[in-house]
């Protein structure tokens, strides 16, 4: 959480090239596509939101909370330590309608736009 506070103050003194680093070591097809959303996000916006995910408050009280959510989620599990792989495990066992791609798989970015492109069910 530290490193998410600090990311913060850097995106907010610096502007939005602060957070290309971390990107970096991503897998190539992750890097590519993050590097190219980044372009596009609010520094003051990403400095609120990332002040708010150092200070470890949690938008809801229990993991069951997610069985009420009742629309696709897709799920993209972590490879490092800021992102456990548990989490994302956890979070598919109690969303109704989750959809997990492994960030290592070849045919992520096909299935990340089969998801985005499929039709709404509500």
Known sequence: ????????????AQ????LRPPFENLPAPVRDVALEMMVGFD?????????????SEQPMSSVSELEAIDVPVLILPGLDAQHP???????????????SVEQTDAAM???????????SSS
């Open 109 to 119: 970015l096909a299935t990340m736009a089969r998801f985005c492109n499929a039709p």
């Open 85 to 99: 792989r548990e989490i994302a495990s956890l979070y598919a066992q109690r969303l109704r309608h989750a959809v």
């Open 15 to 18: 502007g939005i090239e602060a």
């Open 1 to 12: 959480m530290q490193t998410m506070g600090e990311t913060a103050e850097r995106v907010r």
């Open 43 to 55: 520094a003051g916006s990403v400095a609120a939101t990332t002040r708010f995910l150092a200070a």
